[in-house]
């Protein structure tokens, strides 16, 4: 069965500076991996996606992320953060089973300082 | 499209009584999903269907808890009888048939049950 970790759970970032937030995950097959993001008392969009191709991906909001199957890691980047970017955020697994049965980690909430 | 839509956004009710949440997945999606997140969990899928059938109920906690989808486009989740530790955000999501499409969420039920 898959599994989805992601150690910390708050982080906090300067209003400008990178950010980095890590998921490590578990699955004896391909993955299929997903950020995504919860505003306070909204539901979760999808930042994005990897299936197979080119292990770094674009996102939306500037967002990228890069899957290295040696490490098992699917860590999200962002060059520069802005304030509207504070958030929780989301990493999951998939099953290439076509049914889209997401494993989520538990979650690293995002907080910018000025 | 109006995504996925769910309702109501808030339920408070009594221990004991009957919840029923309702979810419209979005137009031409086959596959629909129930979470539930907490603080202390997550976010746990509960139940998922497709083609308007139930595939996977393991997630689903007690038997207090039933789901149905009568057709394509309508699903409810049951809670009979309720108790306080069933107060969560409950979210329902929709995806198409292929292995490589999201998961779109609505925007949860926020149920509390006093």
């Known amino acids: 069965a898959q599994s989805v970790t992601q150690p910390d759970i708050h982080i906090t970032v300067s209003e400008g500076a990178s950010l980095e937030l890590r998921c490590n995950y578990s699955?004896?097959?391909?993955?299929?991996l997903f950020w995504y993001v919860q505003s306070p008392g909204q539901g979760l969009q999808l930042l994005l996606k990897?299936?197979?191709?080119?292990?770094l991906v674009q996102g939306i909001k500037g967002f990228e992320a890069e899957f290295k199957r040696s490490q098992s890691s699917f860590n999200l980047r962002k060059p520069s953060v802005h304030w509207s970017d504070a958030a929780e955020y989301f990493c999951a697994v998939g099953a290439d089973t076509g049914f889209q049965k997401l494993v989520f980690g538990t979650g690293t909430r995002l907080l910018v300082s000025p | 499209d109006a995504g996925v839509i769910q309702s109501p956004r808030h339920e408070v009710t009594e221990m004991g009584q009957e919840v029923t949440l309702r979810c419209k997945p979005i137009s031409g999606h086959n596959s629909l999903f129930w979470y539930r997140q907490t603080m202390m969990r997550g976010l746990e899928l509960l139940i998922y269907?497709?083609?308007?059938?139930?595939?996977?109920d393991s997630g689903m906690p007690e038997d207090r808890f039933s789901a149905k989808m009568p057709n394509a486009s309508f699903s409810t989740l049951k809670i009979q009888p309720s108790e306080p530790r069933d107060s969560a955000v409950y979210f329902c999501?929709?995806?198409?048939?292929?292995?490589?499409?999201?998961?779109?969420f609505g925007q949860g039920t926020r149920l509390t049950v006093v």
């Open positions: 269907f497709n083609n308007n059938v139930p595939i996977d």
């Open positions: 990897y299936f197979s191709g080119d292990t």
């Open positions: 999501a929709s995806s198409g048939w292929e292995g490589n499409t999201e998961a779109f």
């Open positions: 699955y004896g097959a391909t993955p299929y």
